[in-house]
């Protein structure tokens, strides 16, 4: 069974920088989709960034020029760098596989909250 495992989350102050992490218990990993959502209290969860095997990536309008997702597949893990952070940006993060890459995430980590004060 595949497990996935964020870390990384924290409280920041607006403006602050936050890296978030997720090993991937999968021997397929460099050839997954992998995507970064976010889910804060009350609202739906969101897509935030996704990056393919080919290392192509995509950004929610909300966080484009801010956040940089990335992978290191010796490592089986992605990463979402967080910059210039803002109070709206406060939800639970969560990685995800999309193992056909057909936006089709059938294996979630349990997530990592991210608080940011402003």
């Known amino acids: 069974q595949v497990q996935l495992v964020e870390s990384g989350g924290g409280s920041v102050q607006a403006g602050g920088s936050l890296r978030l992490s997720c090993v991937v218990s999968a021997y397929t990993f460099s050839a997954d989709c992998m995507g970064w959502f976010r889910q804060a209290p009350g609202k739906e969860r969101e897509v935030v960034a996704t990056?393919?095997?080919?290392?192509?990536?995509d950004y929610a309008d909300s966080v484009k020029g801010r956040f940089t997702i990335s992978r290191d597949n010796g490592k089986s893990s992605v990463y979402l760098q967080m910059n210039s952070l803002k109070p709206q940006d406060t939800a639970m993060y969560y990685c995800?596989?999309?193992?056909?890459?057909?936006?089709?995430?059938?294996?979630w980590g349990q997530g990592t909250q991210v608080t940011v004060s402003s």
């Open positions: 995800a596989r999309d193992r056909y890459c057909l936006r089709q995430y059938s294996s």
């Open positions: 990056i393919d095997s080919a290392f192509s990536t």
